[in-house]
């Protein structure tokens, strides 16, 4: 089945940076999604992007099929992005998720 | 409704007892999906319900865990025989379809002592 890497596990950030976040996976995908995983354990949909570039707000992401990887842009962190980003991608198989990156937003 | 639900939000069980989990799914949704995440990890998937054809168990851990889904909408996820490496959040899922977006709901605490 597919294999779903994310990078970094974990990512401290100063209120008001930028960062990416990047998944790879093994092989083609037929719906990759990011998810935002927040304190209290909830798991909101971010974006459901199995091809091309998409943005809301001050977060986009931009998935490359041919190459097998995603990007999610945040930028201009603030304290409520803290939490865990999940990248999970379908193939022939139900979703499969990455271990998540951890961010911590500091004011 | 508006959203997933699911049902209790927390469980505390004693080893060896029985528990059974429920999930309401968004109207509409012909999918439906069960997850666990245990602490600090990754989900991982369960089992999947898609409309009428007989459902993908090939994530469930064992035979002491099994799902339903009746009518096409509500689920409930059971667990025979609690052991405490069960103890998890599980988490259901609903989509329009198996290549679309995945809404989940908020997820049952299960804590076997």
């Known amino acids: 089945g597919i294999q779903v890497e994310q990078s970094p596990p974990d990512l401290i950030l100063q209120e008001g940076a930028n960062s990416t976040l990047r998944c790879n996976f093994s092989?083609?995908?037929?719906?990759l999604q990011w998810f935002h995983q927040n304190p209290w354990g909830q798991l909101i949909n971010l974006f459901y992007?199995?091809?091309g570039t998409k943005q809301n707000g001050r977060l986009s992401a931009t998935t490359v099929a041919t190459e097998r990887y995603s990007l999610l842009y945040i930028s201009s962190s603030q304290t409520t992005d803290s939490g865990v980003y999940f990248c999970?991608?379908?193939?022939?198989?139900?979703?499969?998720f990455g271990k998540g990156t951890r961010l911590s937003v500091i004011a | 409704g508006a959203g997933v639900s699911q049902s209790p939000s927390n469980k505390v069980t004693e080893k060896g007892k029985d528990v059974e989990l429920r999930c309401d799914p968004i109207?509409?949704?012909?999918?439906l999906y069960w997850y666990r995440q245990s602490l600090g990890q990754g989900l991982e998937f369960l089992i999947y319900?898609?409309?009428?054809?007989?459902?993908?168990k090939s994530g469930l851990p064992s035979d002491r865990f099994s799902a339903e889904r009746t009518g096409g909408s509500v689920s409930t996820l059971t667990i025979q025989r609690t052991q405490q490496e069960d103890s998890a959040v599980y988490l259901c899922?609903?989509?329009?379809?198996?290549?679309?977006?995945?809404?989940f709901g908020p997820g049952t605490r299960l804590l076997v002592l």
């Open positions: 899922a609903s989509t329009r379809g198996p290549d679309r977006a995945q809404y």
């Open positions: 092989d083609s995908v037929n719906n």
């Open positions: 992007i199995p091809s």
């Open positions: 999970a991608a379908l193939g022939n198989t139900p979703l499969v």
């Open positions: 109207s509409g949704h012909t999918a």
């Open positions: 319900f898609q409309g009428n054809s007989a459902p993908d």
